[in-house]
């Protein structure tokens, strides 16, 4: 799952944009307020020194215009390396989220109870999909009016289910896991196509156009990502809140912004995976003509090729295979 998450994501997610400054400067400036509220003010907190950091800001800010600039320049820095940072940490926490917990004989039994609990809910939404009857009370009008308000819940029950493995697959512990082991297997499954060794030429063979929709689909997933650290370190500010009751809303206020910006990322990752899934059945014909292979000339005989393809970008193939390389544009 380490390898897939890296393939899916790192390529086209390791950049910061202005878009995804959001977050840092909500965490930053909720500090910086919290701790000149319980310093009384700007003065107070250069007066208390704040532990040795404000002091330099404030001797800065006491420099006049060049000062100020000077300051900015850090405020600057700052933020350029806290978005580094976040990105660095975006692959690792993927892997956590996607399931990656170690062996720890604890962690293990933890495993396997999340498991049994997606594989019961994948049941349930297969169920529940494909349940037309009605309450034996309803008749005529009223029970086509029931199954025109049941369609909707069984559509939004048809696209969670497609986003866990099917029933041959093996299933992981998080919601997030089994999408991206969901979209991988099924894309082995139906062409052949092993997605951490084809990720990297299928990206590099792509017109421009599908490219960039994918690069902007994999940025909101690192800017989501990014979203969920700023809401998980904004508890450490509970420090500077003043009173017990307050600190409690504040961490109970964290865990409302942790678990919205969770389930914005699991979401986010899910559309990402329905987005490769679609480019992969629209393009993947271009990966066989840049790699010199034939495509396969019937979806009867695509897995099989398919397999080949992968063998041979991961240079594994021991008979001779032609390659055909296509002509120059």
């Known amino acids: ?18 878009a995804m400054s959001g977050p840092l400067v909500l965490f930053w400036l909720a500090g910086a307020l919290l701790v000149a509220h319980g310093q009384g003010g700007l003065p107070g907190v250069c007066d208390a020194g704040l532990w040795g950091i404000a002091g330099p800001a404030c001797r800065l800010m006491d420099q006049g215009v060049w000062g100020a600039v000077l300051a900015g320049a850090a405020a600057t820095a700052v933020m350029v390396l806290c978005a580094l940072g976040l990105s660095a940490v975006a ?37 529940r999909a494909r349940d037309l009857s009605g309450p034996g009370d309803l ?48 894309i082995e499954r139906n062409y052949g196509l092993s997605l951490p060794v084809c990720w990297g030429p299928f990206v590099e063979c792509l017109e421009p156009t599908a490219r960039e929709r994918l ?42 912004c ?36 034939a495509p396969p000339p019937s979806t009867a005989e695509e897995v099989e090729r398919g397999r080949l393809l992968t063998r041979a970008l991961a240079m594994e193939l021991t008979d001779e295979v032609v390659h055909v390389w296509p002509e120059a544009p």
């Open 139 to 186: 008749v005529g009008d009223r029970l086509a009016v029931w199954r025109t308000q049941k369609a909707w819940r069984r559509t939004a029950d048809r696209r969670k289910w497609s986003h866990y493995p099917r029933r041959r697959d093996e299933l992981r512990p998080t919601s997030v896991g089994n999408a991206l082991h969901g979209a991988a297997a099924g």
């Open 258 to 293: 942790v678990w919205g910006a969770y389930r914005s990322l699991r979401s986010g990752i899910e559309q990402y995976c329905e987005h490769v899934r679609d480019v992969f059945a629209v393009h993947r014909v271009r990966l066989y003509r840049a790699a010199g292979i």
């Open 1 to 18: 799952m380490g390898e897939l998450v890296k393939g899916m994501v790192e390529p086209l997610a390791k950049r910061w944009t202005a």
């Open 91 to 127: 692959s690792p926490l993927l892997e956590i989220l996607a399931g990656r917990w170690g062996t720890w004989p604890p962690v293990v039994t933890l495993a396997l109870r999340c498991t049994n609990g997606h594989a019961a809910r994948r049941e349930r939404l297969d169920t």
């Open 215 to 256: 690069i902007a689909s994999a940025t909101r997933v690192l800017g989501r990502t990014q979203a969920l650290v700023c809401a998980a370190a904004a508890s450490v500010w509970v420090v500077a809140v003043p009173g017990s009751v307050a600190r409690l809303c504040w961490l109970a206020g964290c865990a409302l």
